[in-house]
């Protein structure tokens, strides 16, 4: 018996949809539930919890559907984020988005009215027509208007989540398929486990072939790692290629850790020499997109590509690539190294060694550059840096969630990273407001301490969900470079009309504001650091205490510069600035 009307199922022989829905979850091993819950999908929520799937519930759906995105990213199963419909079905649906162009496998659960009803512009509460709105922006979209329809919809979610590139997935859950009632045992035969849900896909052999010839021609060949090889778990295949026949590598900022930064392969310092002087790149899991200048300009124009990617449509966007391997990357790795075995490299002798001597010289460039910072007072982002990077290289598996201009891009350079999936930021859309949420994620997901450094107005747009980092007792330590400002504390109001003369200039926040406060209101360990010592010092102990913890670090108001490193990106900018 199968019924839509206002009644209660009568345990435990009825259950309801949102109880299937619990279920499906659970039997394909998707444990952890984020989101934010209201009408329809409270009672959902609570069924989760009495069957043991985790529910981490938040403050802005946003921030849930970063944690889900970068839960998904971290264990390489979909992590799933519940809204309620309407605006709450949005605020997801951002996140959702930037999932999917960032390749994070998630799967988005929407509350929402009875379509019909939507259609005739008779919505009960808040219609909205949500599988439209959301198609664009994932991979798949399904819609249950019914029970039955929820475990079949799940296993699907998950599967198109997964496979070749991941990404967003949208289940629009109207209404009445939460409220159905259906017979348990009924209900207990939709159930199933949806086999090689994660099924890799091989490359074929003639790419490969043609990838190792090239390769193994190469003049100053180098690897190129994307935070997709991160994703992949390729650091034994990449590490494989890089020390037996001693290639640099260059990681795309989350794919920091992959390989180490500091090894001596490592080329993190000479990025424009690989670009202008390699005659052979071998692209692991990276777009060559606009973080890329999309492989031409700054790059060498005689350059030969190799890219291994999942997604064939990645291949030839912006350059020809001259060998392109479409496959599973470690499956295609392997495939890659097996073609390799006895052949030999015919690599120039000195081609390392002058990227070696660079390096050496950079590096030497760049401590110099810190410890000379390290005195300013007021602090600046690289006297910060100086007092945190010992901290968090001394402690490798930590977990660090990066966000803002000038704080992410100071951050990113100044960190090394000798783990691989250890570094969250604001990926390929570089936005801000994924730092509470992806902290939140990474904790939840690993277990692991997470340390997030956070401009502070990056912080604004997440701070509130510092209360969930709270109530879930996350060993989550947030730093806050406080100066004052998008980009800095020094913009300047050009008005001259007496009604708005007055007003904050565009950039301006609040340099004064004491962000440690907010940890006094939800309880966490709270700290104002004015000195390097200071900083040092709070860091050390909120990290020891495995618990929630922020650290306002007050930095000077001139401290950073409009747009961090991506300034060039302004067009006609007002205030000058040198890069
Ligand atoms: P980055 O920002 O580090 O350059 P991108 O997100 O731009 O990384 O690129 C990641 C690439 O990795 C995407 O093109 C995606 O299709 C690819 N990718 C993700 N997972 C896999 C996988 N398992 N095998 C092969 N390629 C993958
Ligand atoms: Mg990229």
């Not at 390729?234 to 990681?251: D, F, G, S």
Request: charged share 20%.
């Amino acid at each position: 018996m199968t019924t839509t009307a206002n009644t209660k199922p009568e345990f435990p022989n009825q259950v309801t949809g949102m109880y299937i829905l619990a279920r499906a979850l659970k039997r394909v091993g998707l444990d952890t539930v984020y989101g934010l819950v209201g009408i329809p999908v409270t009672e959902a929520a609570y069924a989760m919890q009495k069957i043991g799937v985790k529910f981490v519930g938040f403050r802005f759906e946003q921030q849930a559907g970063m944690a889900a995105a970068t839960h998904g990213y971290l264990t390489r199963k979909p992590g799933v984020l519940l809204t309620v419909s309407s605006l709450g079905f949005m605020n997801g649906l951002t996140a959702t988005a930037n999932a999917t162009v960032n390749c994070y496998p998630m799967i988005q659960i929407s509350g929402a009215s009875d379509p019909t009803m939507v259609d005739m512009n008779m919505g009960t509460y808040e219609q909205l027509d949500q599988l439209n709105t959301a198609r664009p922006l994932v991979k798949a979209a399904f819609r249950c208007s019914h029970a039955r329809d929820i475990p079949s919809a799940v296993a699907r979610a998950y599967r198109a989540a997964v496979s070749g590139r991941p990404g967003g997935v949208y289940i629009d859950m109207t209404t009445p398929a939460l409220a159905e009632i259906m017979d348990a045992d009924e209900a207990e035969k939709l159930f199933y486990e949806p086999v090689d849900v994660y099924s890799p896909v091989a490359p074929n052999s003639a790419a490969v072939d043609r990838a190792v010839e090239i390769l193994t021609s190469a003049k100053r060949p180098a690897i190129l790692i994307g935070k997709g090889a991160a994703y992949a778990r390729a650091e034994n295949q990449i590490k494989t290629l890089v020390e037996k026949y001693n290639i640099p590598y260059l990681p795309m900022s989350m794919a920091k850790g992959v390989m180490p930064d500091n090894g001596p392969l490592s080329a993190l310092s000479c990025r424009s020499d690989i670009m202008k002087k390699a005659d052979v790149v071998l692209i692991a899991g990276a777009r060559l997109n606009w973080m890329l200048s999309f492989g031409r300009g700054k790059w060498n124009p005689d350059m030969k590509f190799i890219q291994l990617d999942a997604e064939p449509q990645e291949i030839d966007v912006n350059v020809p690539i001259a060998a392109p391997v479409v496959g599973d990357l470690c499956m295609s790795l392997d495939a890659i190294l097996a073609g390799m075995e006895g052949k030999k490299m015919q690599a120039d002798p000195d081609w390392v060694s002058s990227l070696q001597a660079e390096t050496k010289v950079k590096n030497a460039k760049f401590a110099a550059r810190l410890a000379e910072a390290a005195p300013a007072q007021p602090m600046n982002h690289w006297s910060a840096l100086s007092a945190i990077k010992p901290i968090i290289e001394a402690n490798p598996d930590i977990i660090l969630v990066n966000e803002g201009a000038n704080t992410l891009d100071d951050t990113r350079d100044a960190i090394d990273m000798v783990l691989p999936r250890h570094r969250i930021d604001c990926a390929t859309w570089a936005i801000m407001g994924m730092g509470m949420g992806s902290a939140v994620g990474a904790a939840v997901a690993t277990g692991k301490s997470v340390v997030a450094i956070e401009g502070d107005s990056a912080f604004g747009f997440s701070g509130m969900d510092f209360a969930t980092i709270c109530r879930f007792k996350l060993p989550v330590t947030v730093v806050i470079f406080n100066n004052g400002g998008i980009y800095n504390n020094i913009g300047v109001n050009p008005s001259t009309d007496p009604a708005i003369e007055h007003d904050p200039a565009p950039t301006t926040l609040d340099l004064n504001a004491r962000y440690d406060k907010i940890g006094e209101a939800f309880g966490a360990a709270s700290y104002y650091a004015t000195t390097t010592a200071g900083l040092s010092a709070a860091l050390k102990e909120a990290i020891a205490s495995k618990a929630p913890a922020i650290i306002d670090v007050q930095l000077a108001a001139d401290a950073g510069k409009e747009s961090g490193h991506i300034g060039y990106l302004n067009p006609t900018p007002l205030i000058n600035y040198t890069v």
